[in-house]
């Protein structure tokens, strides 16, 4: 069974790595389901680490219905993918009613031909995931990261082994809430790659006395926060 351990900095790839971890995905911000990571992350784990190195391609969090500017984006980090050359992406899209967007999607696999393509749990938003998996397929996607529509891949364990009958090509890895406890019911039922983060909590300071620099404003995700140029323009005037 291939595990996959989500990695959140350069630290946690090598202790990844050490422990036995058999590949990593390598993503940023693990309290808003990541996004991508920085250059300067990617070159250095890709540097350090032996093992493959598969990278989330997600631009900002929230929802996964890109913009044609988030889109682009999402096309340039796929050329820096190539030229670091790491092994695999993880990404996809969605339409506006969290149906699979085929178009975009397929853009992605085809523009990561050589690397190994794996559809994000923007996976997990869908309705019909049957006909999903079917086209994921179809287009050539080679894994499939779920946690079997449930908040955690326990809950969701009876989906996810629907999913593994309806596979005929896609590998369907169950990710969410994977620990030591459970990993053991996912092998038991015949998945052939597991995902998890083994994440403690370290390095602790004290803010007890400090205002938090976290913005419950903009952690939403059926928006997108977007500088709005009509209050930049208001500001300029006022201070021009």
Known sequence: ??????????????????AG????????????GGITPSYGLIKL????????????????????????????VLLSNIEVCKEIGIDGIVSGALNANNLLDIHKTRQ??????????????????????????????????????TSGAQLTAEKGLEHLKELNDWSTSVTIMPGSGVNFENVMNFKEA?????????????????????????????LVENEIAVTNDRIVRQIVQVIK
């Open 1 to 18: 069974m291939l595990l996959e351990v989500c990695c959140n900095s350069l630290e946690s790839a090598l202790n990844a790595e050490k």
């Open 190 to 218: 015949g998945f052939k790659a597991i995902h998890c983060s083994g994440t403690t909590f370290t390095n602790e300071v004290a803010i007890q006395d400090k205002i938090s620099m976290n913005s419950q404003r903009h």
């Open 45 to 72: 784990v890709k540097q350090r680490l032996e093992i493959p190195i598969h990278v989330l391609l997600r631009p900002r969090s929230g929802h996964f219905t890109y913009s044609d500017t988030e889109f682009e």
């Open 108 to 145: 992605l696999v085809e523009k990561t031909k050589s690397f190994h393509f794996t559809f994000h749990r923007a996976f997990d938003w869908i309705p019909n995931q049957q006909k999903a998996l079917e086209m994921l397929e179809e287009i050539g996607v080679d894994t499939i990261l």
């Open 21 to 32: 971890a058999d590949r990593i995905e390598l993503c940023s911000e693990l309290g808003v």
